[in-house]
């Protein structure tokens, strides 16, 4: 079978991936899930909640950290439009939340994101899959976001090769190949900046040594739930990254304009 690797830039002012925390309290992972990838090109062909997923499930998929943001905490409060008392963290035998008792018409929640961060993520499965899942991407059925609706992204999702909209086979070549998407971190409290010195690469590996629950049963409101896979862990230099001074390098904006600080 002739497979071939999507790449996508996930980059934002805010990001937020989910995988296991629910009502109240909604956590970001530090990188992007296999939920939360799969959910993004669900979103692309238009499939409904209700819709299946399988041939999604069955994509590798790759993560690389070219820059990990900064975590987050929004703290906010919400309550019901019409008034009613809000639903708890209980359900009933058939799965539905019941409401607060004794009855509670405010909540304080609280919402977790990666602020200014940027990810490759490259998903690899059969040619024809890939390039149609490539093509979605460019017209998505529906609107794209980071793992949150609140989370759109900032610039194009879709990375081409150098000759397609896809790339050629080896899930982990290609995060080796894709050219550093970041830029350099500026140090806090002080006016100069530094770059890292390689970037972590997770990727899909039925030899890998950790498991992660972070692979969606179906996204139906009624049939939600996780389940596990074997990841690997990988250190990268990619293109580009190699190319930039080893010192950090002072950042003085007033010298373009040849002012004298």
């Excluded at 629910?22 to 238009?46: M, S």
């Amino acid at each position: 079978m002739t497979t071939r690797v999507l790449v996508l830039r996930l980059a934002g002012p805010l990001q937020s991936w989910g995988s296991s925390s629910l009502y109240n309290r909604r956590e970001t992972a530090l990188h992007p899930t296999k939920a939360g990838v799969v959910g993004l090109l669900a979103a692309a062909k238009g499939l409904r909640r209700t819709d299946s997923i399988e041939d999604l499930l069955q994509l590798r998929l790759g993560v690389r950290v070219d820059r990990p943001g900064l975590m987050l905490r929004d703290y906010h409060t919400v309550s019901d439009l019409t008034g009613e008392p809000l639903l708890s963290a209980r359900v009933n035998a058939k799965g539905q939340q019941q409401r607060t008792s004794p009855k509670k018409h405010t909540h304080v929640t609280e919402r977790f994101y990666l602020q200014d961060a940027c990810f490759v993520a490259a998903i690899e499965g059969p040619e024809a899959t890939v390039r149609g899942l490539a093509e979605a991407v460019r017209h998505p059925g529906f609107p794209l976001y980071l793992g949150r609706r609140s989370c759109p992204p900032a610039q194009p999702l879709l990375l081409p090769g150098d000759d397609s909209l896809v790339w050629e086979p080896d899930l982990l070549a290609v995060l080796r190949a894709v050219p550093w998407q970041g830029r350099p971190l500026r140090q806090p409290g002080r006016n100069r900046y530094s770059w890292p010195q390689s970037l972590p690469a997770t990727y899909d590996d039925d030899r890998g040594t950790d498991e992660v629950a972070d692979v969606p049963v179906s996204f139906a409101p009624t049939e939600r739930g996780m389940t596990t896979r074997l990841v690997s862990t990988e250190w990268i230099v990619p293109p580009g990254l190699s190319d930039v001074p080893e010192e950090p390098t002072v950042h003085r904006p007033f010298d373009l304009l040849e002012w004298s600080t």
